[in-house]
Every structure is written in structure tokens, then in C-alpha cells.
């Protein structure tokens, strides 16, 4: 199995720049309209553009544990808000609300609405040409960012992989041994 470290798999950073905060995380005008429509309490605000600008820059919505304290800070800048601010713990009904205006505003599927369909085919013809794990998952993420589908776990996209490397060596070794006469099995048998 491949690791994450090994993939193209989005992850932050352990140490953000001033300047990787400003490229990556400056909200735009647009951004701060849909947070504005959506959040009415500078707090919802924060936690809704922290999960917006981590969605636009990963490709999934991280837990608040995973974004970096740096973050959190740059983003209450913007907000204009006491630094420390903290997360508020959020109801599952709140986060999946987000989730849904997030993927309507950011024009994305989730990846449980065809997303492995997405890219099974792309994965299966890497697999014929491509042996390491972390090569066949950059096929897959690329393939699902184009396609305009939320990344899945990384868990997800490595069983992805195998399966389908399981389902194409099965294929080669059924093609190959297929075609092998009773002699030339008599004879590798003897080996």
C-alpha cells in the first residue's frame, strides 16, 4: 500500500509562509458573500470560510483538528476577528448543510455519487502500466479533480488501486496462461 506521503494526496503543510496564507487562503469577494449569506454569527463565519478556503485547497473538508493554528489565525484576520477565536464544537445537521452549500457554491460532486465510477477506467489502464501504488492514486486524484468531484480518503483511493491492480494482474495471468499449451505447462511445472 502506498503512502500518503508517496502520493499527490492534498495535505497541509506543517509550517505555512505569510505569503502561502495569502495565496492559498485569502478569501475573495465572492468567498466572503456566500460566508456572509450563510453565517450569520462571526464564529459560524469563521468555521464556514475555514472549511470553504481547506475545500478550495485540499479538495475535501478536513476536520477542524487537521487545520493548522495558522490558519485559524490568517482566517480571523480577514474576518476581523480576536485571534483567538476558537472552533465551536458544530451539530452534524450544521456540518452537512455546509458541506451541500460548499459543493453547490464550489460546482463539485461527492465521491460517493460517482466518483469511483470516474475513475475506474483511468486506474485500470494505469495499473497495466504503472506498478507503484502512489503513481495509480496521482492517476485517480487527477482524474477526480478534473472530473469536479470531492477527493474521498485517502483509505479510499489506495483499496481503489488494489482492487483494480488485483482485477488486472488476474486478467494478465488468465490471458497468459490461456495460451500456454499443455507442453509449455508440463515444462514449467518441471522448473
Same mark, same amino acid.
Given at each position: ?36 449569506? $450563510? ?11 475555514? +472549511?470553504?478556503?481547506?475545500? !478550495?485547497?485540499?479538495?475535501? =473538508? ?12 490568517? =482566517?480571523?484576520? !480577514?474576518?476581523?476577528?480576536? @485571534? ?5 464544537? /458544530? ?8 458541506? =451541500?452549500?460548499? +459543493? @453547490? ?12 465510477? @470516474?475513475? @475506474? ?14 503513481? $495509480?492514486?496521482?492517476?485517480?486524484? /487527477? ?49
Amino acid at each position: 500500500m502506498a503512502s500518503i506521503e508517496r502520493t499527490a494526496s492534498p495535505r497541509f503543510k506543517p509550517v505555512l509562509t505569510a505569503h502561502e496564507l495569502e495565496e492559498l487562503y485569502c478569501p475573495t469577494e465572492e468567498d466572503l458573500d456566500f460566508v456572509g449569506k $450563510r453565517a450569520d454569527d462571526p464564529t459560524q463565519q469563521l468555521i464556514l470560510l475555514a +472549511r470553504l478556503k481547506c475545500h !478550495q485547497h485540499l479538495g475535501y =473538508l478536513p476536520t477542524f483538528d487537521e487545520i493548522p493554528d495558522s490558519i485559524r489565525i490568517y =482566517l480571523c484576520q !480577514q474576518l476581523r476577528l480576536p @485571534a483567538d477565536t476558537k472552533w465551536l464544537p /458544530e451539530t452534524q445537521m450544521s456540518r452537512h448543510r455546509h458541506r =451541500l452549500s460548499m +459543493r @453547490a457554491y464550489l460546482q463539485v460532486s461527492s465521491y460517493s455519487h460517482g466518483g469511483e465510477r @470516474a475513475v @475506474a477506467h483511468e486506474s485500470e489502464q494505469a495499473a497495466y502500466t504503472m506498478s507503484d501504488p502512489a503513481d $495509480r492514486i496521482h492517476v485517480a486524484i /487527477e482524474r477526480l479533480v478534473a472530473q469536479r468531484f470531492e477527493l474521498p480518503a485517502f483509505s479510499t483511493l489506495a483499496r481503489l488501486v488494489a482492487r483494480v491492480r488485483h482485477h488486472v494482474h488476474q486478467h494478465l495471468y488468465d490471458k497468459i496462461t490461456g495460451a500456454l499449451t499443455p507442453d509449455d505447462i508440463g515444462r514449467l511445472e518441471g522448473l
